[in-house]
């Protein structure tokens, strides 16, 4: 469950800033120079956010296993009677994406939705 909340938290973190940027309120250039070194360096922000924000999504973790890593845990989570809202939100929009042939998109390809 811990490995769920932490992808469900940089997910949700690199698609507020792509989205922020597509929306001009982020300079994306300034943001990738600003977290591309030192101790704030990411290499997942570094490697990834200029992707996503080119939307290239044909590399990385598969939408597909990602949708199995979830079902596994919604269904435990049902099991113990917990509710994990986030979870089934973000579940139902890849669900989406698989239908919509996107199945081996990595992950990041949620920010197809907001794009909407």
Known sequence: ??????????????????????????????LLSAISGAAAGSWQMKNRLEAVHQREFNFGFAIKWMVKYFSYALNKANKNNLNLELTKNVYNKYQQLIKNGKENYDISALILHRDK
């Open 1 to 30: 469950m811990r490995l769920l909340a932490a992808l469900r938290l940089w997910i949700g973190g690199t698609l507020s800033i792509v989205v922020g940027g597509a929306k001009n309120i982020l300079d994306i250039d300034k």
